[in-house]
Nanobody
Framework: QVQLVESGGGLVQPGGSLRLSCVVS????????MHWYRQPPGKQRELVAS???????NYADSVKDRFTISRDNAKNTVYLQMNSLKSEDTAVYYC????????????WGQGTQVTVSS
């Protein structure tokens, strides 16, 4: 009923930028918080950035001042602007959202690959 689809990943050189998008679709009453996670090769999934329905944001220390999370509630979309990318940012990036349909549940996207390499 609810699906999240990420886009915008790809290959970029260190110091470059990418913007990820995640569109939520389905039987949506309201989207509460939205999040970006990432999973580097051989490591566990970690929280990168979060944004509340009202627009309050939080970031992991490793991306603070480089990444910006934002959302467009009219389009049910969350974005992650990634600047000054480092090799350590290489990971599969996943979108997560708390969505109210007939109940409140968390949903995950399929992920999009970001590779930072010279």
């Amino acid at each position: 009923q609810v699906q999240l689809v990420e886009s915008g990943g790809g290959l970029v050189q260190p110091g470059g930028s990418l913007r990820l998008s995640c569109v939520v679709s389905g039987s949506i009453v309201r989207i509460n918080s939205m999040h970006w996670y990432r999973q580097p090769p051989g490591k566990q999934r970690e929280l990168v950035a979060s944004i509340t329905r009202g627009g309050s944001t939080n970031y992991a220390d490793s991306v603070k001042d480089r990444f910006t999370i934002s959302r467009d509630n009219a389009k049910n979309t969350v974005y992650l602007q990634m600047n000054s990318l480092k090799s350590e940012d290489t990971a599969v990036y996943y979108c997560n959202a708390e969505v109210l349909t007939y109940a409140i549940s968390n949903y995950w996207g399929q992920g999009t690959q970001v590779t930072v390499s010279s």
